[in-house]
């Protein structure tokens, strides 16, 4: 990994020192989170969220059968600059899956979204929303930062609280799937841009996509959930 982030760098020296610094602040949040909440803190241990996985694919209950047919267990994939959702029934099959996790944007108050972009060297970089087509895609800081970087989080499927008077602790417990969602709401559009190609766009507006050309073109799109699964350890990038 060091050797090659070391050729990348010679070879272009913006990305490399890019990828080194979401891999140096990536260790550090890591172990922030290893560590426990922070003193004061009443919403658990939310280490896990720093934790490497995959994003799978599920339609919303009201999405038709032939929408859920297409695009149900797909995985998440990037390619081309975009995120695809994938599957071996779809023409999409050949991406980077999606590898990643959640880790403070810089120089903001949030949670940013990351992933590696290749195995060999297992760069990283940020997902982001474009601003002007609603598409997802991903980039280095530099591209990324005036985009939308977040706040990315999950919606957990059980919460509960314990509390314990005598010590004055509120401990916030989540369990079941976790699906990703982006300032506080799960808005992800999956558009079929052409013939079992479905890409991945967040509907920002919360219209369908009316006001891009996306939500305009006539093509299938499907509301799809984005579920969290846990990477293997054999995948791990860090």
């Known amino acids: 990994m060091v050797l090659g982030l070391l050729s990348l760098a010679t070879a272009v020296p913006l990305l490399a020192t890019s990828t080194i610094q979401i891999q140096d602040s990536a260790q550090k949040h890591q172990q922030q989170g290893e560590s426990g909440p922070a003193s004061g803190d009443a919403s658990g241990d939310s280490s896990w969220k720093t934790q490497t996985c995959h994003l799978t694919v599920r339609c919303t209950e009201r999405m038709s059968d032939a929408r859920k047919k297409a695009l149900n267990g797909c995985n998440i994939v990037l390619r081309d600059g975009g995120l695809f959702a994938s599957s071996p029934n779809t023409r999409v099959h050949s991406g980077h899956p999606f590898t990643g996790y959640l880790l403070p944007f810089p120089n903001s108050s949030y949670l940013g979204l990351v992933s590696t972009i290749s195995k060999d ?118």
């Open 121 to 238: 060297p297992p760069m990283l970089n940020w997902i982001y929303i474009d601003r002007e087509t609603y598409e997802v895609k991903y980039g280095v800081r530099k591209v990324s930062e005036t985009q939308v970087t977040g706040p990315f989080d999950y919606k957990t499927g059980v919460v509960s609280m314990t509390i314990t008077p005598s010590k004055g602790e509120v401990e916030r417990n989540e369990e079941g799937e976790k699906r990703l969602k982006l300032n506080n709401r799960e808005g992800f559009v999956a558009v079929e841009e052409e013939e079992d190609v479905w890409k991945l766009y967040f509907d920002v507006d919360n219209d369908g996509l009316k006001g891009v050309k996306a939500g305009n073109s006539g093509k299938r799109n499907a509301e799809i959930d984005l579920i969290r699964v846990l990477a293997d350890e054999e995948t791990k990038p860090l």
